[in-house]
């Protein structure tokens, strides 16, 4: 049956970023299909309340707190997910973000930590878990990325940069680990999440802005962006790796309704 094409019946699956909003999202999606899923991120109140909600749906989980910054603690998450669970089959790098901010009030510090978040963290993540996908049947990859790395706007030199240096990750790793690992992204539009709620608080007519500039003609959602990361993660996509999948309504253009402030 093809749609036994979306399960993940046996493999483990890491997930960055997964205490809330999109990461949360894939991860109890990842559960749905059988997949026993790590959830990391560095509020552990979060990611133990996502690891209940997949238990408590049938799934297996496990919560372990890391900062995807910190190289020890990306060690650690490799080395705890192999003892719990003895594999590795899927990454998915979620963790990442960086507020928007104006180009000359951009510091080195500033764009070289967005660099890190969105990038370096996500590079670091997929070498450790890569030599554990080899020793077994390949593996998926799949980054979050964000429609910023390809369109335009002020305020997101450092953000746009970083994400789309992760998307030329995704392309070069999937070079050269095809076709035992395949490793693509999301490019995901404006999705309804607490990051995004606060935006939206801003002003009266913020949301409406943003509709009107998406084809689609409404925000996206979780589970938007889960089940296309279903589709990247499972065998149904065994065929595609290197790919940049935009997720975002079909927006051709920046959705962001703001301006930011500065010159």
């Known amino acids: 049956m093809l749609l036994d094409r979306f399960r993940l019946d046996d493999r483990v699956a890491i997930v960055t970023g997964a205490g809330r909003g999109i990461g949360r999202g894939i991860a109890q999606a990842l559960g749905e299909v059988g997949a026993k899923v790590v959830c990391a991120a560095r509020t552990?109140?979060?990611?133990?309340?996502?690891?209940?909600?997949?238990?408590?749906?049938?799934?297996?989980?496990?919560?372990?707190?890391?900062?995807?910054?910190?190289?020890?603690?990306?060690?650690?998450?490799?080395?705890?997910?192999?003892?719990?669970?003895?594999?590795?089959?899927?990454?998915?790098?979620?963790?990442?973000?960086?507020?928007?901010?104006?180009?000359?009030?951009?510091?080195?510090?500033?764009?070289?930590?967005?660099?890190?978040?969105?990038?370096?963290?996500?590079?670091?993540?997929?070498?450790?878990?890569?030599?554990?996908?080899?020793?077994?049947?390949?593996?998926?990859?799949?980054?979050?990325?964000?429609?910023?790395?390809?369109?335009?706007?002020?305020?997101?030199?450092?953000?746009?940069?970083?994400?789309?240096?992760?998307?030329?990750?995704?392309?070069?790793?999937?070079?050269?680990?095809?076709?035992?690992?395949?490793?693509?992204?999301?490019a995901v539009g404006a999705v309804a999440t607490d990051a995004l709620a606060m935006m939206l608080a801003m002003g009266p007519d913020i949301e409406q802005q943003m509709v009107a500039r998406t084809p689609m003609g409404r925000i996206g959602t979780t589970e938007d962006v889960a089940l296309a990361a279903l589709y990247l993660a499972t065998p149904a996509s065994e065929w595609v790796t290197g790919k940049i999948v935009e997720i975002d309504g079909g927006a051709v253009a920046s959705t962001w309704p703001l301006t930011i402030p500065g010159y």
């Not at 133990?48 to 496990?62: F, K, M, T």
């Not at 670091?124 to 049947?137: A, V, W």
């Open 44 to 186: 552990e109140a979060q990611i133990d309340e996502v690891a209940r909600a997949i238990e408590d749906a049938g799934g297996a989980s496990l919560a372990l707190r890391c900062d995807v910054t910190e190289a020890a603690e990306l060690e650690a998450l490799v080395a705890g997910t192999i003892e719990r669970f003895g594999r590795i089959d899927v990454l998915v790098n979620n963790a990442g973000g960086t507020a928007p901010l104006i180009a000359l009030q951009t510091s080195d510090e500033t764009f070289e930590q967005a660099f890190h978040f969105n990038c370096t963290s996500a590079f670091g993540l997929s070498r450790l878990c890569i030599p554990h996908m080899l020793e077994r049947d390949g593996g998926s990859i799949v980054n979050i990325s964000s429609a910023m790395s390809h369109v335009v706007d002020s305020g997101f030199v450092a953000y746009g940069t970083a994400k789309a240096a992760l998307n030329h990750l995704t392309r070069l790793l999937a070079c050269e680990f095809a076709p035992r690992v395949r490793v693509n992204a999301l």
